[in-house]
């Protein structure tokens, strides 16, 4: 079972990435505005939502895409899924190139696999400043349809394949923090409450 350190705020990668927002514009080779889109913060209720499958890909998905890709990279993220963004649609954005110009769009993905376990400590965009390790399948098998509409079936491990499992649970209303025990749930809503206090006074 492998340990490893995995800051994942969206899932985030342990090094920072400079990134210029027009990267992912021209990779998809979209014309169309770009957005950067509020991400949802625990305990918000609507992380809970169940995303709808997509039935026809069409410019509103790719823009949605493109906006998701734009926020991902905005926040330094490697990963993002619609629910996060209050788009209950099933679409996942994930790069986890150094560059942030290698974005994979999932639409409608489905794990069909799971094969033996590692642990990382993993973090999410929706749970800011908050790490703890999860356990999951090594290597999946998925599928997904592209933008062009194509049905695509392949393997992940590592990195990748925890990003999938990770943003897929968010598309189905769940966060890595439930795979947590109930003691460590606690704590960090209490964190959370008084880290809204403090900003309450402040305003």
Request: charged fraction near 25%; include cysteine; hydrophobic fraction near 40%.
């Amino acid at each position: 079972m492998l340990v490893a350190t995995l800051f994942y705020r969206g899932l985030t990668a342990t090094n920072n990435f400079s990134y210029i927002l027009s990267v992912s514009y021209n990779h998809l080779g979209v014309n169309i505005a770009m957005a950067i889109l509020e991400v949802l913060h625990f305990p918000d209720p609507r992380l809970r939502n169940k995303a709808i499958l997509v039935e026809e890909i069409g410019p509103d998905i790719k823009e949605i895409a493109e906006n998701m890709l734009v926020t991902m990279y905005s926040e330094n993220g490697i990963g993002l899924a619609a629910t996060q963004v209050n788009i209950q649609k099933r679409i996942v954005v994930i790069d986890l190139s150094e560059e942030k110009n290698e974005p994979l769009i999932l639409i409608n993905p489905e794990i069909t696999k799971l094969e033996g376990s590692e642990s990382m400590r993993e973090g999410c965009l929706s749970v800011p400043d908050y790490y703890d390790i999860v356990e999951r399948a090594e290597n999946i098998e998925y599928c997904h349809k592209t933008l062009e509409n194509k049905l695509v079936t392949t393997n992940a491990d590592g990195l990748l394949a925890v990003c999938i499992q990770h943003e897929i649970d968010h598309l189905d209303g769940k966060l890595f923090i439930d795979y947590l025990s109930p003691l460590k749930r606690q704590r960090l809503k209490k964190k959370i409450d008084k880290q809204e206090k403090v900003q309450q006074n402040l305003l």
